[in-house]
């Protein structure tokens, strides 16, 4: 293809332009927020891209799905020609996914593994606790001891290692136990959890360098959050040419609670000595209001070291810091100002503008209610994962026992679902049958409906429901494997089928609560994904090709069919907090508000953010032993927004344990410094006249609408109306991305007014 190279430096500042082009071999771009390293790594990849490198040469390295998804949409309108989906871009465990599908053979690892998301690894855990009959006293639930197992896979210490460790200090608690019961029973079933994908991609790479001997190059966005063993993927994913760009910010590394390691930075710059560092200093994102309110938060901490910064937008709107009673009074405060603002601006803004940024997935709870009260549109990136949605879980868990019938935790998940007359007994007797006979439960699920052996505990019409069972699995198995058609609506004709046969309808209208029509609407959302997916599979759209040499070995055969499920369930387990079908808003082109973990909500950028539950207990988070990493976790939330912020907070709780209302403080990190607050005896506290006389950098008072107007005027957006009345029709369906930074001034965005 013949690319216009000057087009992907276009847009770029000095600094990024070199960062860009650079030569250098291993490149470190380390900046604050908003300084465009995420726009950076993309270009430098369109620039390789460009400069003749085959995409399938490239590992690109993402936080999420949905930021890889971006970067390609960004890299097809720089350069086009389809490059970017022969690129090898996802996050560490989607490319480890990738790596081990094809060559995992080779380390012994069964083909066709599943991979245990994260309600697979807790039902194991819970079942283990159970069977033993073990303490879940001080945070011993099931999560609580996934995230310690989590932790210790994240710095490659193996079960083994674990109890070895244990023994020299003569320790023998319960979580060695549950932990290697828990590796015992994913080996049974077939599974890999997250932290396993990585490792054994480890161990494949380790051993067999030549899987990845065609990479050129390495990218990698929010390295500050690569773990031990992502910085080791890294490593080898490089190890031909070590060339490898990063792109980070120490002050916004947030996930040290799940064993990411910010010495990771310091780490790369002594293993590769020659590691030229480039700093970004210009911020393209916040008003400059924000951004110095933002910069008094993280400049609390004293042992960072200091670094420039220099808005590129004016002043604009002084963040606002609002107390308010209660957290429903705050949810409440939260939906009355986004329909003010709209209303009183003459809807300049559209719900795609907002988002609402919480703590924690509860938060949201208060905040959902009250939207829907008030008739706005909301999508979450919090909470319910949509193929965590019962009704999308159950025919997901079919499909994985079709995939694999060793799958254990799929198939006791749907063994009974919907209804075939097995009890718990029935449960507890195939699983024992199973372990004794050291087998799968499908091999004696399969004996005990041909009646070959007896299991306990299942009657006549048990026996009669799992032999149908076991056909229609059976069915559709050779459904999958003898298509020759290769055509991705199979793939949703035999789930149909397949629904059809266990009267899936029947179930979800009379068993699952709620909503009929919303449910089953999930359910086709979920059958036409997977017929895209298939089909962009088998068209080989969607994937880059991994080296097939005779060198690496015989590659495992499977149907097109087969191997487009298998790929898709790998992508469903690993999608973050994908929703299915996107939010519909209210069907007028109103667009739909956000509302996001902090976490979630990293790298991503919104005109007007809302932070509520800023309180002492919220932020920094009662439990959390790093209160650094607290600040850092605000700083991230204020430095999402460009145009405006509200940070909130209720000054009363409701006490669960006294059943009262019970006081609470404005979180430590706003109320310090040039904040503009006072402390009081009840500790700091606002006062609306010192905020504003202290310094202008907050605001008790929500701008008034000629505020957020003249803001707009003085960013020379004046004519955003007359743009809209030419309806000159925009580049990119409404949205022109290209020209985000410069044509986004506060974050509003031209020419979507209607
Ligand atoms: P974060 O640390 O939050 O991930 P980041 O450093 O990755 O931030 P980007 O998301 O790449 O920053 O960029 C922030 C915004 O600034 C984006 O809207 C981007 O398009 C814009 N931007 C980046 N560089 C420029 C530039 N040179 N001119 C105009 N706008 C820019
Ligand atoms: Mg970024």
């Not at 110095?292 to 002084?318: A, F, M, W």
């Not at 080296?547 to 690496?552: F, G, L, Q, V």
């Not at 919220?618 to 209160?627: G, K, L, M, T």
């Not at 020209?739 to 986004?744: H, K, R, W």
Request: proline letters at 4%; one cysteine or more; charged letters at 25%.
């Amino acid at each position: 293809t013949l690319v216009d190279v000057g087009q992907v430096l276009d847009g770029l500042n000095k600094v990024q332009r070199e960062a860009v082009t650079s030569e250098a071999e291993v490149l470190q771009i380390l900046a604050p927020p908003g300084s465009g390293k995420t726009r950076t790594l993309t270009s430098r990849v369109a620039w390789l891209l460009a400069n003749g490198m085959y995409p399938s040469n490239i590992i690109v390295a993402t936080f999420t799905n949905k930021a890889s998804k971006e970067m390609k949409e960004r890299i097809s309108k720089m350069i086009g020609g389809g490059l970017e989906n022969r690129l090898i871009i996802g996050t560490f465990h989607s490319i480890a996914t990738r790596y081990l599908r094809k060559y995992g053979h080779l380390i012994g690892l069964p083909s066709g593994f599943g991979i245990a998301d994260t309600s697979d690894s807790s039902a194991i855990i819970t079942r283990i606790i159970k069977k033993h009959k073990y303490s879940t006293m001080d945070g011993n639930d099931a999560g609580g001891i996934k995230s310690r197992i989590s932790n210790l896979k994240s710095k490659m210490q193996s079960v083994d290692d674990y109890i070895a460790t244990q023994k020299k200090s003569n320790h023998n608690d319960e979580f060695s136990k549950i932990y290697s019961q828990y590796e015992k029973e994913l080996k049974n079933s077939n599974l890999l959890d997250f932290d396993d994908l990585l490792l054994r991609c480890l161990d494949l790479l380790r051993a067999h360098p030549l899987c990845v001997s065609n990479i050129e190059s390495v990218l990698i966005d929010e390295f500050q959050d690569t773990n031990l063993v992502q910085f080791d993927l890294m490593c080898l994913f490089a190890s031909r040419r070590n060339k490898i760009t990063i792109v980070g910010d120490p002050d916004q590394s947030i996930y040290g609670f799940r064993a990411a390691e910010i010495g990771n930075l310091r780490a790369m710059q002594e293993f590769y000595p020659h590691t030229i560092v480039v700093n970004l200093e210009e911020n393209y994102r916040s008003s400059a209001a924000i951004l110095t309110c933002s910069l008094e938060v993280i400049q609390q901490d004293k042992t960072r070291p200091e670094k420039g910064i220099t808005p590129t937008h004016e002043l604009g709107i002084s963040p606002v810091l609002r107390e308010l009673p209660t957290p429903d009074a705050e949810a409440r405060w939260i939906a009355q100002e986004v329909t003010r603002l709209r209303i009183t601006t003459g809807n300049l803004f559209t719900f795609d503008d907002i988002a609402i940024l919480v703590r924690s997935g509860g938060l949201a709870r208060e905040i959902e209610t009250q939207m829907t009260r008030n008739r706005i549109p909301y999508r979450l990136l919090a909470g319910i994962r949509f193929f965590e949605r019962a009704e999308v879980k159950t025919v997901l868990d079919y499909l994985r026992v079709i995939f694999d019938p060793n799958n254990n935790e799929a198939l006791l998940r749907i063994l009974n679902t919907p209804r075939r007359g097995l009890g718990d007994k029935a449960f507890k007797e195939l699983s024992a049958t199973a372990e004794k006979k050291e087998t799968s439960i499908w091999n004696i699920v399969q004996k005990a409906a041909r009646g070959d052996i007896k299991v306990g505990g299942i009657s006549n019409p048990g026996i009669t429901g799992l032999s149908k069972f076991v056909k229609i699995i059976r069915d559709t198995q050779n459904a999958f494997k003898s298509d020759q058609t290769k055509d991705p609506e199979i793939v949703g004709k035999i789930i149909q089928t397949l629904l059809e046969k266990i009267d899936y309808k029947v179930y979800v209208g009379e068993k699952l609560q709620g909503e009929f029509e919303d449910r089953w609407q999930h359910v086709e959302e979920f059958i036409t994904q997977a017929v895209e997916f298939c089909g962009n599979v088998m068209s080989g759209i969607d994937e880059a090709d991994l080296p097939d040499t005779e060198a690496i070995g015989n590659t495992v055969e499977e149907s097109a069919l087969i191997g487009a499920l298998g790929k898709f369930l790998a992508t469903a387990a690993l999608a973050s907090v994908k929703e299915g079908p996107e939010a519909a808003g209210n069907g007028d082109g109103t667009g739909v508000l956000t509302i996001s973990t902090i976490h979630n909500a990293k790298g991503l950028e919104w005109p007007i953010v809302f932070v509520p539950g800023c309180y002492n207990g919220s932020i920094p988070h009662s439990r959390a032993e790093d209160h650094d990493e607290e600040r850092r976790l605000l700083y991230v939330a204020m430095t999402r927004a460009q145009a405006l912020l509200y940070l909130s907070y209720p000054s009363q709780l409701w006490d669960r344990k006294s059943g009262g209302a019970q006081e609470s403080n404005l979180c430590s990190f706003l109320a310090g410094g040039n904040m503009g607050i006072l402390m009081t005896d009840r500790g700091p506290h606002i006062t609306p006249d010192k905020i504003l006389s202290f310094s202008n950098i907050m605001s008790r008072e929500c701008p008034t609408p000629e505020m957020v107007q003249a803001t707009i005027n003085a960013a020379g957006l004046s004519n955003i109306h007359d743009e809209v009345e030419s309806d000159k029709p925009s580049q990119h369906g409404g949205l022109d991305e290209d020209n985000y930074g410069s044509q986004l001034q506060y974050g509003v965005r031209k020419g979507y007014q209607r």
